[in-house]
């Protein structure tokens, strides 16, 4: 079966940088577009960043442009979130998620497969 499996949360002081990875099994992860999804404490899961299946197309949220890259290595079936310049706001538990459409979507219900999460906290 399809497992998303992230790493790489912890807590870190606000203008820090982490590095989140999300390793992919159970599918052709280079026919798949991938995206980060970040869910904050009692605030709905938000559009993070997407990349697609071949990482020519990326989106990003403008709350974190400048400051997070995705990239992904196929050969890996690993996709990677480097967020720098921490800010508390970027506090959440963040998600990476899997579909097969060519350009990364922003809503929640386009993604198929999603995986368990990993907590980033941002002190301040």
């Known amino acids: 079966q399809v497992q998303l499996v992230e790493s790489g949360g912890r807590l870190v002081q606000s203008g820090g940088s982490l590095r989140l990875s999300c390793a992919a099994s159970g599918l052709t992860f280079s026919s798949y577009t991938m995206a980060w999804f970040r869910q904050a404490p009692g605030k709905e899961r938000e559009f993070v960043v997407g990349v697609s299946y071949r990482g020519g197309v990326t989106y990003y949220t403008d709350s974190v442009k400048g400051r997070f890259t995705i990239s992904r290595d196929n050969a890996k079936n690993t996709v990677y979130l480097q967020m720098n310049s921490l800010k508390p706001e970027d506090t959440a538990v963040y998600y990476c998620?899997?579909?097969?459409?060519?350009?990364?979507?922003?809503?929640?219900?386009?993604?198929?497969?999603w995986g368990q999460g990993t907590q980033v906290t941002v002190s301040s």
């Open positions: 998620a899997a579909n097969r459409r060519l350009v990364p979507a922003r809503a929640q219900y386009e993604y198929d497969y």
